[in-house]
């Protein structure tokens, strides 16, 4: 039943009870693609089998042909589940087919809906299995948006402790090969913060629980920021988890003091170890303007006139030195709170 | 001028620090300052183990300046790229693009409208009928003839018939099946109020914003279609301040879904053009929010957000060595489309008081501001993104030397990067705000006339409804005398609807007509018409 690759369907004689269906008929079309002749020849013969509504084995040929020449095809793609379901293929075998389709078409919507599908379907699959794929994809492309939309999903779908409890590790070694990447940053928060099916993991139970876990979290986000001050995603993250906790800005103010000053001021202070406030790094590049804005954050949230005119500084300084580019921006943060000094 | 800085690597290079550094070099060479084009690395100290100079033919030369050293937008180069593309087709490599054959029409239809160019009627025709190709006989449209309907396309085919289309027989607008429509709408919809784009497909802010924007065009947004929609896009907003692609599924799956308690977590980091989809989306659904909409499933209204959205927006501008483009996601490079996805976003934070037109522009205040050009950016400017810089990305490293825009030199031009990197330019161009005293005017204007009806057995909109929808849509105006253009007025394009990504004309041109009110009246003396 499988035709040579460079045959086509028109004269392909298993093919010959089908009509093939031109795209255009009645219309000369604009802007019209030019098709090469193999491509032209299947979807011809697709929008054949579409009309009679034909879902046979051969349909899952046809649709893995036109997959191949256009991973984006989402009509191949839907009628090719159809098929599915009505032939009754074993699910684990299509899922291998897309093992191996995923990782050519790293980039496509369709290959990662396409397995989310399937595991919906059918829960025999083994969501561990599936894990060590995902994490393999993500070698190869580390800030692939669908394939870390996938892996989160598939972790709140399954919901089994033990799935969580590895995630950790996995964020680590991410970070490990490049913590500037947001991407696990992101799945670092959703896995720590929003996952579990409610609270998210080791967040759900007692207070001292959550206080353990806020602990961990600004541990590791300092370390990772003293490694590489400038890096927005730490910050972001340091945010958001302050954000998400409740916990006052001004509280890491002495950790973040250390990222505003320059080399030269900081000499001979730098024996004094502080785990709570690791210092930066030989090569940090100091002021940074993320530790800037947090300061000045920090100082507008302390609610009074003197917080509010330190705030104003900073935001000249990112302004007017630091920050050019969001010059306006800054200056919108000044007119926020001059409005408030005094009144 | 000083060197631009590099991003400072902090003696501690990654791969994204590398492959930044390597985008930091190539777009340092399309700096428009000649002074720092004779230094061959930026901030080169820094750059820690950066590679030799890529060479490429189109990043030292051909750099589009004009006489005087100003760049100019190339705009008969980028005709031509447009027309070959309408005319003799796409080449194969678009094949991958055969699902998405009406985002390539739209593309090319309204960077046609950008750059102020109409379609003679035999093009125009042909353009109308290739549309309609598209339409499914179950409703919606699809990525091509034959092809499932999916909301993607459905928004590209019906922003195209806006450009194109027209009233009454072969016109277009009328040969929409606007019930059967509304009625693949309504069955993508998922329980937890977001959509799927197709059937058996994914969800995404994308598809909720094409939904939004076609069922407000065409006149067919119900409360029954927006059920719970608001507390899906709001469920896609992340700790960054962003919005990703969907958030987890609320409800159970398989046949009967229920309903689940617990919270609905966004899937994926916050992104540039989940953000934009989000945030129009949110402004679409205004009508109904500001109308006191309860929410579907809980007690209080749903809310977002917004100053963390603008830090993020305006975190995502590149900086001075990045030309000031635009990046999609933190710690990402700079591209061209995101001028649009997070450069236009910024026009929709107006609408809820951020940013510049915080306080009406008011007639009294500023009688007769004089054209500015690229002069006294300062004494205007009150955008809280930086216009003219991200104007000089796009006319500096946008524009590819044969036509066409593009992502980052030396990437080739693309129809999708063409449109969204001159759509940019246009948002960054214009001050086109939202007129409280223009959306009073529309409402006092409006004539009641026979709504739509769903043949699904749920109520429409009543009038007051229709006025509410139909004027906060078109109450968008470009603010006189605001337009600022790096390189001077010969590189002015059109002003862009915020929302729809048309120009505000052709907004105002299919919405009348599937509103039934009167054009002429609606446009009065204060909109200004555009050529296209």
Redo the contacts between chains.
């Keep these: 039943m499988t035709s040579p690759a460079d045959v086509l369907y028109a004269d392909n004689p298993a093919w010959a009870d089908v009509t093939p269906?031109p795209?255009?008929?009645g219309?000369?079309?604009?802007?019209?693609?030019?098709?090469?002749e193999e491509?032209k020849d299947a979807?011809d013969y697709f929008?054949g089998i579409?009309?009679t509504g034909e879902k046979s084995p051969r349909v899952l040929e046809l649709t893995e042909k036109i997959i191949r020449?256009?991973?984006?095809?989402?009509?191949a793609?839907?009628y090719r589940?159809?098929t599915l379901k009505a032939v009754k293929v074993p699910l684990e075998d299509e899922l291998k087919l897309m093992d191996e389709l995923a990782v050519k078409y790293l980039k496509t919507?369709q290959v990662w809906?396409h397995r989310?599908?399937l595991l919906?379907e059918s829960y025999n699959l083994e969501p561990k299995r599936e894990l060590e794929f995902i994490a393999k994809s993500l070698k190869a492309d580390?800030?692939n948006?669908h394939t870390?939309?996938y892996r989160?999903?598939l972790l709140?779908?399954v919901n089994d402790g033990e799935l969580w409890v590895g995630e950790l590790d996995f964020v680590e070694e991410m970070l490990n090969?490049?913590?500037?990447?947001?991407?696990a940053?992101?799945h670092r928060?959703?896995v720590v913060?929003?996952?579990g099916?409610?609270g998210g993991m080791g967040v759900g139970g007692t207070r001292e629980e959550k206080e353990r876990v806020l602990r961990r979290e600004l541990t590791f986000t300092k370390q990772l920021i003293s490694?590489?001050?400038?890096?927005?995603?730490a910050w972001?993250?340091l945010?958001?988890?302050l954000?998400?906790t409740e916990t006052p800005y001004g509280l890491i103010l002495p950790f973040v003091r250390l990222y505003i000053v320059n080399l030269s001021d900081r000499a001979g202070s730098t024996d004094i170890v502080d785990v709570e406030n690791p210092p930066?790094?030989?090569?940090?590049?100091l002021p940074?303007t993320a530790a800037l804005e947090f300061t000045a954050d920090a100082y507008e949230r302390q609610g009074d006139d003197e917080g509010r005119k330190k705030a104003v500084e900073l935001w000249k300084v990112l302004a007017n030195e630091q920050?050019?580019?969001?010059?306006?921006?800054w200056e919108?943060r000044i007119r926020g709170v001059e409005k408030k000094v005094g009144a | 001028m000083t060197l631009p800085r590099a991003?400072?690597?902090?003696?501690?290079p990654?791969?994204?620090?590398r492959v930044q550094a390597e985008t930091e070099e190539i777009l340092f060479k399309h700096h428009p300052d000649p002074l720092s084009n004779n230094n061959a690395t930026p901030g080169s100290s820094?750059l820690g183990a950066a590679s030799t100079p890529t060479s490429s033919s189109s990043s030292t030369q051909g750099k589009p300046a004009d006489s005087d050293g100003g760049p100019a937008l190339q705009k008969q180069l980028h005709m031509s790229f447009l027309v070959r593309?309408?005319?003799?087709?796409?080449?194969?490599r678009?094949?991958?693009?055969?699902?998405?054959?009406p985002w390539?029409?739209f593309w090319?239809l309204q960077a046609f409208s950008i750059l102020q160019v109409g379609l003679d009627p035999g093009?125009k025709q042909?353009?109308i009928?290739?549309v309609m190709?598209w339409q499914h006989p179950d409703g919606g449209f699809?990525?091509?003839?034959?092809?499932?309907p999916?909301l993607l396309p459905t928004y590209a085919s019906v922003c195209a018939l806006a450009v194109v289309g027209r009233p009454g027989p072969g016109g277009g607008w009328d040969q929409i099946d606007r019930q059967k429509l509304y009625r693949f709408f309504m069955s993508v919809k998922q329980p937890d109020g977001s959509f799927l784009v197709?059937?058996?497909?994914?969800v995404d802010v994308r598809g909720t914003y094409c939904l939004l924007v076609v069922a407000t065009l065409l006149g067919i947004l119900t409360p029954e279609l927006i059920e719970g929609t608001p507390e899906f896009i709001a469920s896609c907003q992340?700790?960054?301040g962003g919005f990703?692609?969907?958030s987890?599924p609320s409800y159970s799956?398989g046949p009967n879904p229920t309903l689940l308690?617990?919270?609905r977590?966004?899937?994926?980091?916050?992104?540039g053009g989940y953000t934009f989809c989000a945030l129009a989306s949110w402004v679409l659904l205004q009508p109904f929010l500001e109308a006191g909409y309860k929410g579907a499933h809980s007690s209080k209204p749903p809310t977002i957000d917004l100053n963390n959205t603008?830090r993020w927006l305006?975190?995502m501008?590149?900086?001075?060595i990045e030309l000031?483009g635009f990046k999609g996601?933190?710690?990402?490079l700079v591209d061209g489309c995101y001028s649009w996805w997070v450069g236009g976003a910024f026009a929709l934070l107006e609408v809820f008081g951020i940013?510049a037109s915080s306080e009406e522009i008011g007639s009294q205040n500023q009688p007769s501001k004089d054209e500015k050009l690229d002069d006294g950016w300062d004494d205007v400017?009150?955008?809280?993104?930086?216009r003219k810089?991200l104007q000089e990305y796009i006319l500096w490293a946008g524009q590819h030397p044969a036509g066409g825009l593009r992502d980052k030199p030396p990437k080739h031009a693309d129809a999708y990067h063409t449109q969204y990197c001159l759509a940019g330019l246009s948002a960054a161009q214009h001050h086109v705000y939202p007129s409280v005293s223009r959306e009073q005017a529309l409402a006092q204007a409006w004539v009641e006339t026979e709504p739509f009806e769903p043949d699904l057995g749920h109520p429409g909109l009543s009038q007051e409804q229709r006025k509410t929808i139909f004027a906060k849509a078109l109450c968008w105006k470009e603010e006189e005398g605001a337009s600022k253009c790096v390189g001077g007025a010969k590189n002015r394009v059109n002003a862009s609807h915020p929302v729809f990504d048309l120009t505000i004309t052709h907004s105002q041109g299919i919405m009348a007509h599937f509103y039934g009110q009167d054009l002429e009246r609606l446009r009065g003396p204060a909109a200004k018409p555009t050529a296209a």
């Excluded at chain 1, 219309?27 to 090469?36: D, E, G, M, Q, W």
């Excluded at chain 1, 490694?227 to 995603?233: E, F, I, K, T, V």
């Excluded at chain 2, 400017?381 to 930086?386: I, R």
Aim: aromatic residues 14%; proline residues 7%; charged residues 20%.
């Design positions: 269906l795209q255009y008929e219309v000369n079309p604009l802007a019209p693609i030019l098709y090469t491509y979807t929008r579409v009309k020449l256009n991973p984006a095809h989402y009509s793609w839907q589940f159809e919507y809906h989310r599908l919906t580390t800030k948006y870390w939309s989160q999903w709140a779908f090969e490049d913590l500037r990447n947001n991407s940053w992101h928060f959703f913060w929003l996952g099916g409610g490694l590489a001050p400038n890096n927005p995603s972001n993250y945010r958001g988890v954000d998400r930066p790094s030989e090569g940090a590049q940074c920050d050019t580019i969001r010059k306006r921006y919108f | 991003t400072p690597v902090d003696g501690f990654t791969h994204t620090s820094s593309n309408m005319v003799q087709g796409f080449p194969a678009y094949i991958s693009q055969d699902a998405s054959q390539l029409m090319t093009n042909r353009a009928d290739t190709s699809g990525g091509g003839p034959g092809q499932r999916h197709a059937k058996d497909a994914e992340t700790y960054e990703a692609s969907a987890q799956p308690e617990f919270p977590p966004p899937l994926g980091e916050a992104h603008l305006v975190q501008q590149g900086t001075e000031g996601r933190t710690n990402k940013g400017d009150d955008s809280l993104l930086n810089a």
